[in-house]
């Protein structure tokens, strides 16, 4: 089974600059996350799509971040523009999240290393 | 508020020995407590879950109500343990937060030959 893709994997920009990050989850993984995990820190949740709807994007900068779904599968993360304190390692994981059985494990891709110069 | 604290940043021991990786939580309500762990140059990956109760690659974790922590623990640590660990919480499943992540600093373990 084909894990999570995400590109690009690097990613180096000057601030004010836009970038945008692609995430292709698991076939048939109907939810899908968007983590950002700064240096030295644990992931954070930025936002949570079911198939192609928000769920939960309250951590989410809305002043210069933004996220879609739109045919409820693969998926883009866009900064803009872009500061100093963005550079870090933006993942993307999805999971089945099956409510009958408890199953909720999620899958993480490789993630994209941002450097904001 | 919720919170996942992971005291050590550096773990080193020496193969054989024992390691324990200390997990402490607050939140409100009977939080779901997991471990994930990255290897080197390999993603992130889940290790164990509580509700499990099942030992992964020698490694269990209780979770003690009581004191709000889920240590991570391995009575004879092997070199290929030597990663990234983190613990992890979120709600439980008849909750909003079911499946929201909230992550640790992560603990970085080294075992040495």
């Known amino acids: 089974e084909a894990g999570v893709a995400q590109s690009p994997r690097y990613k180096i920009i000057e601030k004010r600059q836009s970038v945008a990050f692609w995430c292709n989850p698991i076939s048939g993984h109907a939810t899908l996350y968007w983590y950002q995990q700064i240096l030295g820190q644990g992931p954070k949740l930025l936002i949570q799509?079911?198939?192609?709807?928000?769920?939960?994007d309250s951590q989410l900068p809305k002043d210069r971040f933004s996220a879609e779904r739109l045919k409820g599968v693969d998926s883009t993360l866009k900064i803009q523009p872009a500061k100093l304190e963005d550079s870090a390692v933006y993942l993307c994981a999805s999971s089945l999240r099956r409510l009958a059985t408890g199953e909720s494990e999620q899958f993480f891709g490789p993630g994209t290393r941002l450097t904001v110069l | 508020a919720q919170r996942v604290t992971q005291p050590e940043k550096l773990l080193s021991v020496f193969k054989g020995a024992p390691v324990e990786l200390k997990c402490n939580y607050s939140?409100?309500?009977?939080?779901?407590l997991f471990w994930y762990v990255q290897y080197s140059r390999q993603r992130l990956q889940l290790l164990l879950r509580h509700i499990s109760r099942e030992s992964i690659k020698g490694f269990t974790a209780d979770l003690n109500k009581g004191e709000t922590s889920f240590h991570l623990k391995k009575p004879f640590a092997q070199e290929e343990d030597s990663a990234m660990y983190y613990c992890a919480l979120s709600g439980r499943r008849t909750t909003d937060s079911w499946g929201k992540l909230q992550f640790g600093a992560g603990t970085q373990v080294v075992v040495t030959p």
């Open positions: 799509f079911q198939n192609n709807g928000v769920v939960d």
């Open positions: 939140y409100s309500g009977s939080p779901e």
